[in-house]
């Protein structure tokens, strides 16, 4: 199973960016997704995370310029990003929860993405 992010570039505040992550391998159920974000000097933060059935959080930090979203048949998540502030500035990383199948057998473990950059210039 492996995760792929993208979407991540350079903004000017109050700017948009999208970013999105798909899983693939032998899935049989992904349960949960989450974006984190880690800026310089700082630890990482959950930015939102959304279930299987759709109900999401966000960091207060990121409420009502932030959405995250799902689409079940391509296996990817969403995070959509409105009205940019620089502290928005940070490496995003996306996170799931998958049910896989491994030698015949169902598997359930925490999966990471590679991370891409977010910068957003004042």
């Known amino acids: 199973v492996q995760l792929q992010a993208s979407g991540g570039g350079l903004v000017q505040a109050g700017g948009s960016l999208r970013l999105a992550c798909v899983a693939s391998?032998?899935?049989?159920?992904?349960?949960?997704w989450a974006w984190y974000r880690q800026a310089p000097g700082k630890q990482r933060e959950s930015v939102a995370t959304i279930t299987s059935r759709g109900r999401t959080n966000y960091a207060d930090s990121v409420k009502g310029r932030f959405t995250i979203s799902r689409d079940n048949a391509k296996n990817t998540v969403y995070l959509e990003m409105n009205s940019l502030k620089p502290e928005d500035t940070a490496v995003y990383s996306c996170?799931?929860?998958?049910?896989?199948?491994?030698?015949?057998?169902?598997?359930?473990?925490?999966?990471w993405g590679q991370g891409t950059l977010v910068t957003v210039s004042s």
């Open positions: 391998g032998s899935l049989s159920r992904i349960n949960y």
């Open positions: 996170n799931a929860a998958i049910t896989y199948y491994s030698s015949s057998r169902l598997e359930t473990d925490d999966f």
